[in-house]
């Protein structure tokens, strides 16, 4: 397959997998996504972005051709989205991780698919007035990232999914449902350099923006959402 146009450098999906597991064949241990990017790079190709090899990864081991494990306790990179290696830290965050590879499970035995929504933090109203008090000390609350969602919000999501059409239950998701923005009055990316600096980003980020990827929800779903503690609270 030839392309053509500013493009032309860029891999094609199929192509690109096939340079991943040879590398992977060929290397004396299990590599990061990073290291693999960093060898396709150092095969005289245009360098990819993290996010691309991360997919790419990511795709390979649905189909059943890569094992991953996690290495660390961390995050490997930001906006977190629903290819990054699952990091509970408490019992209530394991069950999650339980529950869906449960359901999964299920799923494929009785050809009945799922969405599992990932809730984050669920707020009220209600709850923003002591959001001032996360400020002042940015690790509080960096276990999620930061991030938070709005019971609206979540009600809305609930909707969309129930009403979704085939195509966005095809192989049973698990989409992240998140509020548009971040628990902090700091931005999002000088969060992540303070309490994260070793964290690769995979993106250009906007001043205030979540951190926890709400892509795929949005264009599976139609996820979009509208509610925000700024709306409540000011960030003074």
């Not at 902090?184 to 309490?195: D, F, G, R």
């Amino acid at each position: 397959m030839t392309e053509h146009g500013p493009g032309a450098e860029r891999r094609a999906a199929g192509t690109l997998e096939s340079e991943v597991l040879g590398i992977l064949r060929a290397a004396a241990g299990p590599l990061t996504p990073g290291e693999v990017r960093d060898r396709l790079s150092g095969a005289g190709q245009r360098e990819l972005a993290y996010s691309t090899v991360v997919t790419t990864m990511s795709r390979l081991h649905a189909k059943g051709l890569l094992s991953r494990r996690q290495a660390g306790r961390g995050f490997c990179y930001a906006p977190v989205d629903e290819a990054h290696y699952p990091v509970p830290t408490t019992t209530y965050a394991l069950s999650k991780v339980a529950s869906e590879t449960i359901a999964g499970q299920i799923a494929q035995w009785s050809s009945i698919p799922f969405i599992g929504l990932r809730f984050s933090n669920i707020m009220a109203p209600d709850d923003y007035a002591s959001f001032p008090s996360f400020w002042s000390d940015p690790h509080e609350r960096k276990w999620n990232l930061w991030g938070y969602v709005d019971a609206r919000d979540v009600a809305a999501a609930c909707r969309l999914a129930l009403e979704a059409p085939v195509r966005a239950v095809s192989g049973s998701p698990n989409l992240i449902i998140a509020a548009a923005d971040t628990v902090m009055n700091t931005p999002s990316a000088a969060l992540l350099q303070t309490v994260f600096p070793e964290v690769s980003i995979t993106k250009d980020i906007g001043e205030f923006e979540t951190l926890l990827a709400i892509g795929r929800a949005r264009h599976s779903l139609g996820y979009e959402p509208r509610h925000s503690w700024r709306d409540h609270v000011h960030p003074s």
